[in-house]
């Protein structure tokens, strides 16, 4: 008998935890239990939670080690509104003004409308995500869930052949330039350069595999650029359609933590003028999911 009641919400996966209050941290056994609630559904939902950001952190920290988001987005240091324990998604500036409509960090962070796994551009990507609403707009702004690992089971046996050693190269900057951001200093693209990530992977519970996918990706190492390009955009329409996608409305204090190893996410839009603060902290990954081409900091 599990320490959590989870009820599916997803077609294939997703969940929401009922009658938990994280205001607490979670006792050893009821962190034991998110996790293996983490491992079978990827997504859990925990509704209307009443906590502020000492303890956000403190749960995030019950389940595991910290990702800092240092030198992640186009935020000046000199200009974060939030410390680098979480990854600011909001549209506000450190004066919790939404930035203007035409403001390069706003630009840059629509970048998030695109489907993607949090930290794919990082060495060591992200393992899991937890995002808390604080204020949300008035309309849209919901999030989306694709299952990766549906999505992998769903291939034929050819293409699971054709990807089980594929080596695919990411970057923040791969990303932004489908939505036509292409301008970058050269120190962004310093910041910004591409990693390494297997396309194949295998949950190291479950043993279940899954298609790591991501805007970022913007390469396949051995592959000319313009068909890699277009294999990557292939499996991105063919993991993201309707029966493995479940989309979050927000509500006020809403709690979604997601398993970026076997999900994808994108966020919807919403009017430019309105706050939307969530406030995401994230668990760092085990380790790099590919050898790197030359040493690289993660
Ligand atoms: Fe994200």
């Given amino acids: ?146 299952d990766m690992r549906a999505a992998y089971d769903a291939l034929d046996e050819e293409t699971k052949e054709l990807i089980q050693d594929m080596v695919c190269e990411h970057s923040q900057m791969f990303s932004r330039q489908q939505i036509g951001f292409i301008e970058f200093t050269d120190e962004e693209r310093e910041r910004f350069r591409p990693v390494r990530q297997r396309m194949v992977r295998t949950h190291p519970a479950t043993g279940r595999k899954s298609l790591y996918l991501s805007s970022h990706a913007g390469g396949i190492v051995g592959w000319p650029m313009p068909e890699a390009r277009g294999f990557l955009r292939d499996l991105i329409e063919h993991a993201t359609q309707r029966e493995f996608i479940y989309t979050h409305k927000w509500r006020l204090g809403d709690l979604v933590m997601w398993d970026n190893r076997q999900t994808m996410h994108r966020a919807r839009p919403f009017p430019a003028d309105e706050p939307r603060d969530m406030r995401r902290t994230t668990l760092a990954g085990d380790g790099p999911t590919a050898a790197q081409a030359s040493a690289q900091a993660a």
């Avoid at 956000?56 to 240091?77: D, K, M, N, Y």
């Avoid at 060495?123 to 702004?141: C, D, E, M, Q, R």
Wanted: proline fraction near 6%.
């Fill in 1 to 146: 008998m599990s320490a959590i009641a989870i009820r599916q919400v997803g077609p294939c996966f997703a969940g929401e935890v009922e009658g938990l209050d994280l205001g607490e941290p979670p006792t050893p056994e009821l962190a034991a239990a998110i996790h293996a609630g983490m491992d079978r559904y990827a997504v859990l939902v925990f509704r209307e939670q009443k906590i502020d950001d000492r303890q956000q952190l403190a749960f995030t920290r019950s389940l595991g080690e910290i990702e800092h988001a240092i030198g992640t987005s186009l935020r000046a240091p000199a200009d974060y509104r939030l410390p680098t324990t979480f990854a600011d998604v909001s549209n506000l500036d450190k004066d919790n003004t939404p930035f203007a409509r035409d403001d390069r960090r706003r630009l840059f962070a629509i970048g998030n409308r695109l489907w993607h796994s949090d930290s794919s551009f990082k060495v060591v990507p992200a393992k899991y995500s937890i995002l808390h609403a604080i204020s949300i707009p008035s309309k849209g702004g919901d999030t989306q869930f694709a």
